[in-house]
C-alpha cells in the first residue's frame, strides 16, 4: 500500500484556532492544557497604547467595544467563510455577558454625587527634585508617593496625592503616574478551576509600580444596599467600598468598567489597593489604584485581596479598610457565611465572606 502525504489547506493559525474550538491539544501548535483556554484579548477603548496593524495584530469592532485580538494563534488572513466567524464568536465568547457594559476610564458619577474640582495646582519645575512647599502632597500635609523610577514607596494605607490639572508641571512629571492610565500590556483568560475569567500579564510588571484602577459608576452607600440584594441573587458583584474616611460611597463595575472587572480573589494577591487623589481632593471619594507588591512574571495571573486589611501601624493607615463584594450582603447571611474561595494558594482563607 502506498500512502501519499497531502498538503493541509489550512494554515497554522486556523487550524490552532479549530484546535482551541474543539478542546484539542497539539505540541507541534504550542496548545497545552496550560493555554487552552487563554484568550488574549485586550480593551482598546481609550486605551493608552499605540494601535499595531501588521498582520500580527488586528482591531475588530463588536457592538460599541473595541478588542485587540493577539494574533499569536491566527496568523494568516481570515476569508469570508467560516474563519472568520469563528474569529468573531471567539471575542463574542469573552463579551457575551458585557453586552450591558460601558467601558470608561475614569469615574462615572451617579445621581446626586458631585465631584468637585481642585482649584490650585503646585507651582513646581521640578516636583521631584525640588518640590515648592511640598509640591500637591505637601500641600495635603502627607508625603510625596513615587521615586524616581514611578514606584509608590509609601505604605499601603497612606494617600497618595497626584499633580492635578491646575499645576505647572507637564505630563511627564513624576508625580503623574494613576492618571497616565494602564501602561502594561493586559488580557483576559478564562481560569480553569471555575473562577470565571481573569486578568494576566503579557510583560512583566516590576514591583511597586502602577497596574490598572477600578473604576465604575460612583453610587451612595444606600443604593449600593439596594443593588447588592439583587447582585447577590445573581451570583456575582462588583461593589466596591469607598471608605478612607466614610462609608458614605460605592465604586460598582457591573455596568460600568475597565479591565478590573475580570480581576479574581486570591488570599496572596500580587496587587495592593492604595487611594489616591488628583483632580478632585474629596476624602470620601479617592480613586481605587492597584500597584504591584512583587515582580509579575508575564503570563502571572492579577489579583487582590476582596478583603483587604491594612495593618494599623499608624493613625493614617486605620481609614484604609477597602471591603469587596460586601455591599447588601448582610441581607444575606446565608451567602455572607458561604462564599468558597478558590485561589488554591497555601494561605488560602477557604471563604471569601
Request: aromatic share 10%; glycine share 8%.
Amino acid at each position: 500500500m502506498i500512502r501519499k502525504l497531502v498538503a493541509c489547506i489550512a494554515t497554522e493559525g486556523q487550524l490552532e484556532v479549530i484546535c482551541r474550538e474543539q478542546g484539542v491539544k497539539c505540541d507541534e501548535l504550542g496548545i497545552n492544557k496550560h493555554n487552552l483556554c487563554d484568550y488574549e484579548v485586550e480593551y482598546l477603548c481609550d486605551y493608552k497604547k499605540k494601535v499595531i496593524t501588521d498582520g500580527k495584530k488586528q482591531t475588530i469592532q463588536v457592538g460599541l467595544k473595541v478588542w485587540l485580538i493577539n494574533m499569536s494563534f491566527i496568523k494568516a488572513k481570515m476569508n469570508p467563510g467560516g474563519q472568520l466567524r469563528k474569529l468573531l464568536r471567539l471575542v463574542l465568547q469573552v463579551s457575551f455577558h458585557l453586552v450591558h457594559q460601558t467601558y470608561i476610564n475614569d469615574y462615572k458619577v451617579g445621581d446626586g454625587i458631585m465631584l468637585n474640582e481642585v482649584s490650585v495646582g503646585c507651582e513646581c519645575t521640578d516636583c521631584l527634585g525640588n518640590p515648592v512647599e511640598g509640591c500637591c502632597a505637601g500641600a495635603s500635609q502627607h508625603k510625596f508617593a513615587y521615586n524616581e523610577l514611578g514606584q509608590v514607596r509609601i505604605r499601603p494605607g497612606l494617600p497618595i496625592y497626584e499633580c492635578n490639572k491646575r499645576c505647572h508641571c507637564g505630563i511627564d512629571c513624576p508625580n503623574r503616574v494613576v492618571q497616565r492610565g494602564i501602561q502594561y500590556s493586559l488580557c483576559i483568560f478564562r481560569t480553569d478551576n471555575g473562577r470565571g475569567w481573569g486578568v494576566k500579564t503579557m510583560e512583566r510588571i516590576r514591583k511597586n509600580t502602577f497596574v490598572m484602577e477600578y473604576v465604575g459608576e460612583i453610587i451612595t452607600t444606600e443604593e449600593a444596599d439596594c443593588r447588592g440584594h439583587i447582585y447577590d441573587k445573581e451570583g456575582a458583584t462588583y461593589l466596591f467600598d469607598l471608605d478612607y474616611v466614610d462609608d458614605e460611597y460605592t465604586v460598582d463595575a457591573a455596568h460600568y468598567g475597565n479591565i478590573s472587572h475580570f480581576v479574581n480573589h486570591s488570599c496572596d494577591p500580587n496587587l495592593q489597593v492604595y487611594n489616591v487623589f488628583i483632580d478632585n481632593l474629596d476624602e470620601r471619594l479617592p480613586r481605587i489604584a492597584f500597584f504591584a507588591t512583587c515582580g509579575i512574571k508575564a503570563g502571572e495571573e492579577l489579583t487582590f485581596d476582596y478583603k483587604m486589611k491594612i495593618d494599623p501601624v499608624d493613625a493614617e493607615s486605620t481609614k484604609m479598610d477597602s471591603n469587596f463584594s460586601l455591599t447588601g450582603l448582610p441581607g444575606s447571611p446565608k451567602k455572607r457565611m458561604h462564599v468558597e474561595c478558590k485561589c488554591e494558594v497555601p494561605t488560602c482563607r477557604k471563604y471569601l465572606f
